[in-house]
């Protein structure tokens, strides 16, 4: 479990004009909510959220431990959404959810292959259908990542969910059946040889040149 702590300020004002001002400001509106907690909206640096998010091996899954301007206490909280400008990709507003002491989370997991397949090295192709998975577990049970050994995955193998490593704490949700990634045989590439019809067609051809040779030889004569 990794936490990271930030600031953040209570925000007064709702409404889209306020909002713009704080963006204008440099900072994100956003809104912290948790299961029978009270709504809490505030105001974050979205660069700063970014830098923390992408410096852990968490990623997403990072926990947050927020401290606002003007309330007791600091509030430990996910990342559920961020709301992103469809032009630009700049952020618009956070979701925070706010976890309570004992309360089972369900969060996506990234799923890391180590290692390289014995099928690859005979030539065949890793076909990648699923990189994370959907777990619950306790805030500090959360794991960065699940790693999955696949060194000895042949050509026609197929691992799937249920085939994934156990991790202490950690339920999985997602289809035990679901394909996460497969080993394909390489593609063939034949080259097609020329149909009779093809070479009918050439025969024809230098048999009418011929023809057009004698009528013109005849001519001259």
Do not use: W
């Amino acid at each position: 479990m990794i936490v990271v702590k930030m600031d953040a300020e209570k925000r007064e004002e709702l409404g889209k004009q306020a909002n713009k001002k704080i963006r204008d400001s440099g900072l994100v509106p956003a809104v912290i909510y948790g299961k029978a907690k009270d709504n809490v909206n505030i105001s974050i640096d979205g660069k700063e959220l970014k830098k923390v998010l992408s410096g852990t091996e968490a990623k997403e899954n990072t926990i947050l431990e927020i401290s606002i301007e003007g309330i007791e206490g600091n509030k430990k909280v996910l990342l559920k959404e961020a709301h992103l400008d469809t032009l630009t990709s700049k952020p618009l507003h956070f979701d925070f959810y706010e976890i309570s002491e004992g309360e089972k989370l369900k969060l996506v997991c990234p799923l890391n292959f180590i290692g390289k397949p014995e099928g690859v090295k005979n030539g065949g192709v890793i076909q990648t259908l699923a990189n994370q998975v959907m777990i619950e577990c306790l805030q500090e049970d959360i794991p960065n990542e699940i790693e999955v050994e696949i060194a000895e995955l042949n050509i026609g193998d197929t691992l799937l969910v249920q085939d994934l490593p156990e991790v202490q704490g950690v339920t999985i949700l997602s289809n035990p059946k679901s394909t996460t990634i497969s080993i394909l045989a390489p593609r063939v590439v034949t080259e097609e040889e020329p149909g009779e019809e093809e070479t009918e067609g050439e025969e024809g051809s230098t048999e009418s040149k011929d023809t057009d040779k004698e009528s013109k030889e005849e001519s001259a004569s």
